[in-house]
């Protein structure tokens, strides 16, 4: 019992001597967390679209022989960057209301709006892939037929299977490729926020 006493008296000590962070002190450190996640989220997403511009500008499929993409194709992928855009608009204004809010509650629900944002932005990007990327595989499939009404006329199940297999086992590769570098990038920003709004909850109470 001695030694025990002897030691809780020294720990009691050495807590003494450390530097106690004040409400604001913690508050500013979580403000400053926050707001740089939500910066690089939109750093990011910027630099994913100028990659986007620059493959759809320097490289694509139509570009290869025995390629034949319909125009409509072009114009889905041109509608997406401007999804994309609104996005990209959003997380600024994501980063902003961070930067700006004055209090805990304040800064919750900005942490809330922004992993929201992300992911309704990566929801919306796999799906716009994986849709593409279907239509894509069974069109030019098709077209190497010799177009859909031969394709009709002249399949059976089998080929029917064979279309429909490979255009969801490619697009299921595809997706999961940028799935996991969504995971890297996006999910490491996304975890932050998370420990953020955990220890700003404690806070609230």
């Known amino acids: 019992m001695d030694e025990l006493e002897f030691l ?9 001597e450390l530097p106690k962070l004040s409400y604001e002190t913690i508050y500013a450190m979580m403000l400053k967390k926050s707001s740089s996640s939500i910066k690089w989220i939109f750093y990011i997403s910027l630099i994913e679209l100028g990659f986007g511009i620059l493959v759809g500008i320097f ?46 509650k304040g800064l919750l629900e900005s942490i809330i709006k922004a992993r929201r944002t992300v992911r309704q932005y990566i929801i919306f990007n796999l799906t716009f892939a994986g849709v ?38 490619s ?27 955990n220890e700003l909850k404690k806070m609230e109470v």
């Open 8 to 16: 809780k008296k020294d720990w009691q000590k050495k807590e003494k």
């Open 59 to 104: 490289y694509h499929p139509s570009f290869e022989k025995g390629i034949p993409l319909p125009s409509i194709i072009d114009y889905v992928t041109y509608s997406s960057m401007l999804v994309t855009l609104y996005f990209i608009f959003r997380f600024y204004k994501n980063y902003k209301r961070v930067s700006t809010t004055s209090t805990v």
């Open 171 to 197: 697009t299921v590769i595809i997706i999961g490729f940028f799935l996991g570098i969504y995971y890297l990038l996006y999910g490491i920003l996304m975890r932050r926020l998370k420990r953020n709004y």
């Open 132 to 169: 593409l990327m279907i239509t894509c595989i069974i069109y030019i499939y098709v077209m190497q037929q010799g177009g859909w009404n031969s394709f009709v006329a002249n399949a059976d199940i089998k080929d029917y299977l064979i279309i429909f297999g490979v255009s969801i086992i």
